[in-house]
């Protein structure tokens, strides 16, 4: 489990609190207005925001000042974070390698990895090659080779077309339930909520709501998502 305990995220005027637990396996999708602190939320989860007050622990452990490099999460952000000048097989293997370094069995592992993502014979490609829906795949490929239970969405998916989101959602829910990852993904789309068809957190008025099922969250919608989805 996941859990945020009293957390406090204070920056200037701007206050985040949460006190929510997420369990093992769970995919949530985070809904809000903008600058609310969904972004904000998953920055603290993956290190690199350091709370004003509170807890972050995984599975009983407090990782609070853990470093993320060291924290049980991978994170993709919107531009996927790719080096350009890297081949879509060495950008993959940074997450087995940070110093780019592969052996053989490493640049198999690598292989295995793009194919799962469903490019297969791409792997000498640069991303400039590729469409952002490919970029996005590489870069679930790497976060894969990662191997950390903990898997965050910053809008990752938010420059592509509606069909190309979709597939992509899809490919994220089979890949995450493969391999048990808690998910949490920031949307500025409840179709988004929909199709990822797990758990909903509203960030909203300085607090993070509980996860509660999509579907009947977003049927009947509590007061704060009321209001952004009217929007």
Same mark, same amino acid.
């Given at each position: 489990?996941?859990?945020?305990?009293?957390?406090?995220?204070?920056?200037?005027?701007?206050?985040?609190?949460?006190?929510?637990?997420?369990?093992?396996?769970?995919?949530?999708?985070?809904?809000?207005?903008?600058?609310?602190?969904?972004?904000?939320?998953?920055?603290?989860?993956?290190?690199?925001?350091?709370? %004003?007050?509170?807890?972050?622990?995984?599975?009983?452990? %407090?990782?609070?000042?853990?470093?993320?490099?060291?924290?049980?999460?991978?994170?993709?952000?919107?531009?996927?974070?790719?080096?350009?000048?890297?081949?879509?097989?060495?950008?993959?293997?940074?997450?087995?390698?940070?110093?780019?370094?592969?052996?053989?069995? %490493?640049?198999?592992?690598?292989?295995?990895?793009?194919? %799962?993502?469903?490019?297969?014979?791409?792997?000498?490609?640069?991303?400039?090659?590729?469409?952002?829906?490919?970029?996005?795949?590489?870069?679930?490929?790497?976060?894969?080779?990662?191997?950390?239970?903990?898997?965050?969405?910053?809008?990752?998916?938010?420059?592509?077309?509606?069909?190309?989101?979709?597939?992509?959602?899809?490919?994220?829910?089979?890949?995450?339930?493969?391999?048990?990852?808690?998910?949490?993904?920031?949307?500025?789309?409840?179709?988004?909520?929909?199709?990822?068809?797990?758990?909903?957190?509203?960030?909203?008025?300085?607090?993070?709501?509980?996860?509660?099922?999509?579907?009947?969250?977003?049927?009947?919608?509590?007061?704060?998502?009321?209001?952004?989805?009217?929007?």
């Amino acid at each position: 489990m996941l859990r945020l305990e009293d957390l406090l995220l204070a920056r200037g005027d701007f206050l985040l609190g949460a006190s929510v637990s997420i369990p093992r396996g769970a995919r949530v999708a985070i809904l809000g207005p903008s600058g609310a602190g969904k972004s904000t939320l998953l920055d603290a989860i993956g290190g690199f925001l350091a709370p %004003d007050h509170g807890r972050i622990l995984w599975e009983g452990r %407090d990782i609070t000042a853990v470093p993320p490099a060291d924290r049980p999460v991978a994170m993709i952000f919107q531009d996927n974070n790719l080096f350009p000048h890297l081949t879509v097989a060495r950008n993959v293997g940074l997450g087995l390698r940070p110093n780019g370094r592969l052996d053989a069995a %490493d640049r198999a592992r690598v292989l295995g990895a793009l194919a %799962d993502v469903g490019l297969d014979g791409m792997a000498e490609r640069r991303p400039a090659d590729l469409s952002g829906g490919q970029q996005s795949r590489v870069a679930l490929a790497r976060v894969g080779l990662q191997d950390r239970p903990i898997l965050l969405l910053d809008e990752a998916f938010a420059a592509l077309g509606p069909a190309m989101k979709r597939e992509m959602i899809a490919l994220v829910t089979r890949f995450c339930d493969a391999r048990d990852l808690t998910l949490l993904m920031v949307t500025h789309d409840p179709e988004d909520a929909r199709r990822l068809d797990g758990d909903i957190m509203v960030v909203a008025d300085g607090g993070v709501s509980a996860p509660a099922p999509a579907r009947a969250t977003l049927a009947d919608p509590p007061a704060s998502l009321a209001a952004y989805l009217a929007g």
